[in-house]
């Protein structure tokens, strides 16, 4: 099984609302990715998580909050968020993170749009 | 410059072509490459990946990488019209350590396939 699940699909927030992502993974895999990705871009990473510490920050806004509570589960705090963080917002695993052979399988992302 | 370089398209083939994908790097620590395809509204599928020169072939698809030229390939022969989607590629640098969660996309080439 190489599925990564992301929930919700879509979510619609105010400037001032406080959301959540959430990323999930059973291929026991020990590193995840939380990417951002406009229309017609590529994706650009935002945060890494191996071995449930976070080993990457790519200088990303504070008002989005990355937390790991297990080798399985990534979420995503969203809190005071601009128009213009309205993107698809995707999650990848990968094995460890830690070796140049690591392959990233994505989820299907969730779609923020932000009012 | 942008580290990756790789043609947008849009690139529109009759059903049975066979299409070239190309992109172009300057960063010679890059030692790992991928080709990732996109559904649209969907997260990216790995397709292939390749760490030496020469070619890999899988089925339809076949990934070919210089480095002496800083240009990697992705050919798809007999192409269908489920070939139809966004293909990325990616590169990650033998930087060791965490910096190889850190994958550098190109900016992607929209493919369209007719029957």
């Known amino acids: 099984d190489t599925e990564v699940t992301q929930t919700p699909k879509h979510l619609v927030m105010g400037m001032t609302n406080k959301k959540s992502l959430k990323c999930e993974q059973h291929m026991g895999h020990r590193a995840m990715y939380w990417y951002k990705q406009k229309a017609k871009k590529p994706p650009e990473l935002m945060f890494v998580?191996?071995?449930?510490?976070?080993?990457i920050n790519e200088s990303v806004p504070s008002r989005f909050s990355p937390e790991c509570p297990n080798s399985s589960l990534l979420n995503l705090h969203l809190h005071a968020l601009q128009p213009e963080d309205s993107a698809l917002y995707l999650c990848?695993?990968?094995?460890?993170?830690?070796?140049?052979?690591?392959?990233?399988?994505f989820g299907p992302g969730t779609r923020l749009t932000v009012l | 410059q942008k580290e990756v370089e790789q043609d947008p398209g849009p690139l529109s083939v009759p059903e049975g072509a066979i299409v070239s994908l190309n992109c172009t790097y300057s960063n010679s620590a890059f030692q790992y490459f991928m080709w990732y395809r996109q559904y649209s509204r969907k997260g990216p599928e790995l397709l292939m990946y390749t760490y030496s020169s020469g070619n890999k072939e899988d089925g339809r698809f076949t990934a070919q990488v210089d480095k002496s030229s800083k240009y990697i390939s992705l050919f798809i022969r007999d192409s269908q019209p489920s070939d139809s989607a966004t293909y990325l590629c990616a590169m990650s640098a033998n930087a060791g350590g965490t910096s190889y969660g850190k994958l550098t996309f190109g900016q992607g080439t929209i493919l369209t396939v007719h029957p």
């Open positions: 998580y191996s071995y449930e510490k976070l080993s």
């Open positions: 990848a695993s990968s094995y460890s993170g830690l070796s140049p052979t690591d392959t990233q399988y």
